[in-house]
């Protein structure tokens, strides 16, 4: 709670701040087209490869208060609070044994970072997927692997799917460094 607590302080004068960027071309108008009727498909802005979590995180909480700029900054912000809590968490199971706490320097280190500072106030996919995917990534080296494998099915939900890449079968997901895909059972892979 600490955390989040400093991380809404550090934004209040900035709660305010008109939408930015992709927030007011894409995922603003996307949420709203979801709150106020209902459309999971935007119509009052081009649709486009974005999946609805956020989409449907800021109707189901407009439902509650009511759609206002404020009210979505904080919404960010609570996420971003979450993200640095799942950091530490992460860190500390990391450092197991370790002197001292390092796990608090990392989250330090994140919150001061001008980049997790900025999208922290921005309504767009980056926080909510780099949350599901740290708590993902905590559960499972914590060896609570449903729970790792639940995370990441609703981190789907946030993630853009990745380019496809052009093979000699046809369109497949990008290959990591290896060169075969990990996303490609393995009685169909290339030889």
Excluded: K
Aim: proline share 9%; charged share 10%; hydrophobic share 45%.
């Amino acid at each position: 709670m600490a955390f989040t607590g400093i991380i809404l302080l550090i934004h209040l004068p900035y709660l305010n701040l008109p939408l930015f960027w992709d927030e007011m071309g894409q995922f603003l108008p996307a949420a709203l087209d979801l709150w106020r009727h209902g459309l999971w498909v935007p119509q009052s802005t081009r649709p486009n490869v974005h999946p609805p979590g956020l989409a449907a995180v800021l109707a189901a909480v407009w439902s509650l208060t009511g759609y206002s700029i404020v009210v979505t900054r904080v919404v960010m912000l609570l996420i971003a609070g979450g993200t640095a809590v799942a950091t530490f968490l992460l860190a500390r199971r990391l450092c197991h044994g370790l002197p001292g706490d390092p796990a608090f320097s990392a989250v330090i280190l994140l919150i001061v970072s001008p980049l997790f500072y900025t999208q922290a106030l921005l309504a767009q996919l980056d926080l909510p997927a780099t949350l599901l995917t740290v708590w993902t990534l905590y559960e499972f080296l914590s060896e609570r692997v449903r729970r790792a494998a639940l995370l990441g099915d609703t981190g789907c939900g946030f993630h853009s799917p990745p380019a496809p890449t052009c093979t000699r079968r046809g369109w497949r997901p990008c290959s990591p460094p290896s060169g075969r895909s990990q996303a490609i059972p393995s009685s169909s892979r290339e030889s």
